[in-house]
């Protein structure tokens, strides 16, 4: 498996996330806190094909990280991409790692 290397881990403002281009793919990356911890799933909202969801809002959920569509507020998990809502609009989580302060997610 090969990395792809995003951005720096500073270029993510904590709390937030943003869009990258992997392979051809708009990926949704998220930083919830201040650490070097990241998440990656992808960027198009199932439920109206608009890539937005690096835009949405992070949540926590029985101990688990979930960020949540700005456009009806379905919540996907940062780590597996399961909706929480409707299990049949599922999105695809990326395995991240964070290198020498360089943000990668695997291609």
Request: charged content about 20%.
């Amino acid at each position: 498996m090969s990395f792809e290397k995003i951005c720096h881990i500073n270029d993510i403002v904590p709390g937030t996330g943003v869009c990258a281009l992997v392979n051809g793919q708009q990926v949704a990356v998220f930083r919830p806190t201040d650490g070097e911890q990241v998440f990656a799933i992808s960027n198009t909202d199932p439920f109206f094909q608009s890539n937005v969801l690096s835009r949405g809002l992070i949540c926590e959920h029985q101990g688990e990280l979930w960020v949540a569509s700005p456009l009806k507020k379905q919540r996907f998990n940062l780590t597996t991409g399961q909706c929480m809502e409707d299990e049949r609009f599922n999105v695809r989580a990326y395995q991240t790692r964070v290198t020498n302060g360089d943000v990668e997610i695997a291609a």
